[in-house]
T-cell receptor
């Protein structure tokens, strides 16, 4: 599975959009981009995933560049409860969770 | 239950003692994973169970670590002769369809070896 690069930390004002970038320049054609987040003292929580089209669900939107070498997770109206570490992971659909490489993620602080 | 349940939530043990960590996966989930997360680090895969297949133990850091899954449901991770470097949060996850399905995580067990 390809490796990802994320900024170590970001700040966002409450109510504003939080845009979290991720670079995955070595992504392969069959690899999906997954986002998880981990709120302090809790287990990771799945947010969203996508292959090449932009995706949206009740939690967030995922924008993947046309060359698929990078993506952005968007939390449209960040709240204090969105303060967490956000992990970007790439994985083949036929791949497996046990081989995922979990980096250090981006620590997002949502400020009042 | 509604989610993956792990117990205990916190465990403090003396160096050299054995510990057992328990995981109750989501009902009906055939795949179960154990991960370890040291302070400020990403998740480290330990072991994977899928149905009745032989578990993938490739992530276990030493032979002091073992895990079993009884009846395809509850799993126990055992660490023998604990060392201070074993201190970490141990996370359990389960998934529905196997190794490529979404994993749902428990809250973890924070293990402190003193």
């Amino acid at each position: 599975d390809a490796k990802t690069t994320q900024p170590p930390s970001m700040d966002c004002a409450e109510g504003r959009a939080a845009n979290l970038p991720c670079n995955h320049s070595t992504i392969s054609g069959n690899e999906y981009v997954y986002w998880y987040r981990q709120i302090h003292s809790q287990g990771p929580q799945y947010i969203i995933h996508g292959l090449k089209n932009n995706e949206t669900n009740e939690m967030a939107s995922l924008i993947i560049t046309e060359d698929r070498k990078s993506s952005t997770l968007i939390l449209p109206h960040a709240t204090l409860r969105d303060t967490a570490v956000y992990y970007c992971i790439v994985r083949a659909w036929s791949g497996n969770n046990r081989k995922l490489i979990w980096g250090l993620g981006t620590s997002l602080a949502v400020n009042p | 239950g509604a989610g993956v349940s792990q117990s205990p939530s916190n465990k403090v043990t003396e160096k050299g003692k054995d510990v057992e960590l328990r995981c109750d996966p989501i009902s009906g989930h055939t795949a179960l994973y154990w991960y370890r997360q040291s302070l400020g680090q990403g998740l480290e895969f330990l072991i994977y169970f899928q149905g009745n297949s032989a578990p993938d133990k490739s992530g276990l850091p030493s032979d002091r670590f073992s895990a079993e899954r009884t009846g395809g449901s509850v799993s126990t991770l055992t660490i023998q002769r604990t060392q201070q470097e074993d201190s970490a949060v141990y996370l359990c996850a389960s998934s529905r369809q196997g190794s490529n399905a979404e994993a749902f995580f428990g809250q973890g067990t924070r293990l402190t070896v003193v």
